[in-house]
C-alpha cells in the first residue's frame, strides 16, 4: 500500500535544450508497486514548455491546473479536466498559455520515466 500527498512530494526541475520552466513529481512508481508504470505531476510555470519531442511510449494526461496548449499533429486547447492520449512515436509538445502555472498528471510505461 501507498498513500501520499503531492504536497509533500518532492520535485526536480527539468532542464536542456527546448525546455523553460518545468518541474516534475513522480507520483507513483515501480518503488511504490505499480510495477510498469509511472504517474508523474508536471507544472509549467509561466511561459513554460516542454520540447517538442518523440518516443516510443505513449502517454495518458489529465489537466489538473491552468491552460495550455498540447502541440500533437496541431495544436489543442487544454483546460483543467482535460485529457489527452499521446501516442508512441507522435511528435508532441506542451506549453503554458496563461498567467498562472499550467499543471498535469501524466501516465507513462516505466521506460517512459527514465
Known sequence: MY???????????????????????????????????????????????????SHPWPHIVYVTAGEGTLFLDNDYLLEPGSVAYVPGDSDHQFINRGEKDFSFICIVPEEGDK
Open 3 to 53: 498513500i501520499n500527498n503531492v504536497k509533500n512530494i518532492r520535485g526536480v526541475t527539468i532542464t536542456g535544450p527546448g525546455v523553460a520552466n518545468v518541474s516534475k513529481q513522480v507520483l507513483v512508481s515501480p518503488s511504490n508497486g505499480w510495477d510498469g508504470w509511472v504517474m508523474r505531476h508536471f507544472t509549467l510555470g509561466r511561459e513554460g514548455y516542454s520540447p517538442r519531442h
